[in-house]
């Protein structure tokens, strides 16, 4: 028993250690498949979850996670011991701790081991079974994973699934875009994230993986059907499950109040949303194919992805967002660039639904937004020689019209046609110099023809 | 009334009968001397009837009588049309050797570029700070910058704006250091034909109508005029039809009130090399070039509109002295024709950089900002028609490269081009099709053109 227990550790081990390298090599995204980048964050039954319950649709980019998620209902907590890369972290984290020479993750994994065809549960008595953890500090520790979890499900059931960012995965993922611009600075977060919960796991072994991690709580919660179902069969009604028994009332009440809790929160976020929308600064723009803003910076976990894909480089996280919901979401933002026709890369590589893929020949009907003339500023409106935006529009959406009332021509925008790329902001000559030149208070460079987001009877 | 000219046609025929053929008729008739060819008679010998048969109504239909035209000039090169292209084609055509007469609508020199008011030379860079237009076109911006107020912006990179004035000086200066023969004041109205070969064209002025002959004939009329008349193939355009103005006292404005003021000042238009005064272009609707009846209207509404826009500039705080210097004598007309030509001009050439081996001229980008792109001979000449030569903005090009074709620079570039081979096509006896492209490389880089 005991050699049979110390083999499947070691098998386990080096299972882990092949996930971990393979989440790295997905992660740093080598590989030449299109979707590659997209794998790993959506392995997360979380993330698969919640985005399909919010997007009420099952998402292509979900059929990844769905064997992970057939495997968690039968064998609970499965994905952390065999394939997260945030828990072999963790794991690696709390052997460094002098004292300890097991981590926790490994400890209740092995008690797991041990108690083979029956899942056990992961409660105080796992931790309170290792000696030389410091059982009190996480013991304590509200366990905040199904609290976080049921928010986010009950959120995503109105739309809106909140903290599906917390996703282990996105963070790992997303901490690979740490210093690759333009994804930079969210990469940078997540992985100030990731270092937070390595850390941690040193001080606090377990206190993450069985505390905090929404994704483990998921598969605890996905497993409460199975566990039900064999105690009904009265099998494993041992001493074992006793504890069990009042901490499923627990659970049971607690997703009452969370998916309660999940509504306020997402009224509220909404509530940032429209405030977002309506406040001074110019509204957002999204990649192509982005869910509708009420709900986009829910359902994108921050993985960084479409940031990292987009060769134009004009997807940036949104640094300055004045909702912390939307913090970090990825916004587009023409520069030196624009959203090229022949490009829908962001759209292939989104794992959460938040950017539905969008084929080429769609990318009109999923437009960023639409290009708004300002007259005011407009060249053309000096009477000078400029026909920029309409030479370069690759719809043909642009087209100079002579107008007899004002006595200039101007260029004028077939909303039917334009999908935002921004081709047009880019070439633009006119600005507004002679209203910063002649005001007293700073204002901001304008151009003649910007991207504006579509209203939602335009889209 | 129709009834009582045709009275006056019977008499005139004497009674002939005008079903035997009215060709026949007016041709056996004698030619009264034209009156250029009268000038030795002193003034005021008194003048009984016309010297030519008038057009006369037959049937309700106006019928010009045939005649036979008088000689006005024979030469090697014609270059019907004296603005940027054309002045550039003469003077090339006769620092080659040819025998060059030079014919202008009106009495300047310039066109567009200065009876135009289409001051700014705009299209001579490529990127990275390049001029690849260059030859006698550059040699006149050379000259304005010699002269005072002739040129402002003249740096690398940048556009300049020449003075209109300056520049009709400097191309009299160089036309007549060159000796080529001119006309000024002839509208170039018909092609002379010989079969599918032009042997010269048709002008009328206030000599009458009067026939140059030549060798080799240089369409720089802007319009196609020629190519058309001789029957090459070509398309029209309707393009859009400004009328550029000049406003002064830009230097008065008060510049304290005008900072004040809540309102941008409009139709301001850009710096000339006069200080205080203004150019200001026009966009203008998309119009015929070539249909009287619009071009009369536009110039009826631009005129007024120009006016109005002063006046709103005058009324804008700071701005009261700027006062509406001068109307472009010239309609900014920006495309009409364009030759069909042998070789055609694309935009998706220019952005591939495709090569010409008869490349003859070499054109920049509005503002520097892309590579340059080759014009061949081909463009320049028509696919049925022999001995004409497109130069400016008719020649061979689709839609959208009329921005490129049409700028001050790709017109004395193409016409250098067609100047130069007219002379070696005259000088060698050729056909202009059969010219030998080398050698009109070679003339045209001797003549300090880019070719690349």
Known sequence: MRISVKRSRTWRFLIRLAAFAAAVVLAVDVLPWPWGPRVLPSLSPYVTIGSAVALRTVHAAALVGLPALLIVLVRRRWFCRYVCPVGMMTECAGRLRPSGKTSTVDCWVAAEGEASSEPATVGPEDVARRPRARPGLVRR????????????????????????????????????????????????????VLAAIVLTSVVLPGAWCLRICPLGATQDLLALPRRALTRIAGRGGTSRAEPTAPKKQGLARRSVLAAGLGAVMLGLGMRWGRAAKAGARAA???????????????????????????????????????????????????????????????????????????????????????????????????????????????????????SEEEYIALPKIDAARCPGCGACEMVCPGTNDWEREHSDAPVPLRRAIEVHPRRSSEA | MSRISRRDLMRMLGGTGVAAGLGGVFSARPLRADPASRADAPPGTPV??????????????????????PLLHETDVLVVGGGSAGVVAALAAKRAGARVALVERYGHFGGLWTGGLVVLVIGHWVTGNKQVCQGIGEEMLQRLEKLDRGIVNRRPGVNPTVDAEALKYVMVEMVVEDQVDVFLHCWGVDAIMDGNTIRGAVFESKSGRQAILAKQVVDATGDGDVFAAAGAEHERRRYHLGLVSRIG???????????????????????????????????????????????????????????????????????????????APQLGVRITRALHGVETLTMKGVLENQKYPDCVAVGGAWAGDHQEWQIPYRALLPRNVENVLAAGRCISGEPRMADLIRVIPNCFITGHAAGCAAAIAAQDGCLAREVDVPKLQKLLREQDAYLG
């Open chain 1, 141 to 192: 520790m509200p366990s905040l994973g199904p609290w976080i979890a049921l928010v986010t499900l009950g959120g995503a059931c109105f739309g809106y699934p909140l903290l599906l960012w917390l996703d282990p995965l996105a963070i790992f993922h997303g901490a690979f875009s740490a210093g690759r611009d333009p994804a930079g600075a969210a990469g940078a977060v997540s992985a100030a």
């Open chain 2, 249 to 327: 006292n830009l230097d008065k404005v008060d510049q304290a009130k005008a900072k004040k003021s809540p309102r941008k000042p409009r139709h301001l238009g850009n710096i000339t090399p006069i200080a205080g005064v203004n150019w200001v272009n026009m966009h203008g609707p998309d119009a015929d070039g070539l249909d009287v009846r619009e071009l009369s209207q536009l110039e009826l509404n631009h005129r007024r509109q120009i006016w109005k826009n002063v006046e709103e500039l005058r009324s804008t705080p700071g701005y009261e002295d700027v006062y509406l210097m001068e109307t």
């Open chain 1, 284 to 402: 957002l723009l999204r990649p192509p194919g982005s869910a509708d803003e009420g709900r986009f910076a829910g359902l994108c976990i921050r993985c960084g992805n479409c940031l990292r894909a987009c060769p134009s480089g004009i997807i940036e996280p949104d640094s300055r967002s004045e909702t912390i919901a939307g913090l970090l979401a990825p916004m587009v933002r023409f520069g030196d660039d624009y959203c090229r026709e022949d490009c829908c890369r962001c759209t292939e590589v989104c794992p959460s639904g938040a950017i539905a893929p969008v084929a080429l020949e769609e990318k009109r009907s999923a437009p960023i937004g639409l290009a708004v003339l300002d007259p005011t500023i407009c060249v053309l409106a000096d009477d000078k020689e400029c026909d920029k935006c309409a030479r370069i529009c690759p719809y043909q959406a642009i087209e100079i019209v002579w």
């Open chain 2, 48 to 69: 009984a009837g016309t010297d030519h048969p008038p057009a006369v109504m037959i049937d309700g239909k106006v019928i010009q009588p045939e005649r036979e035209l």
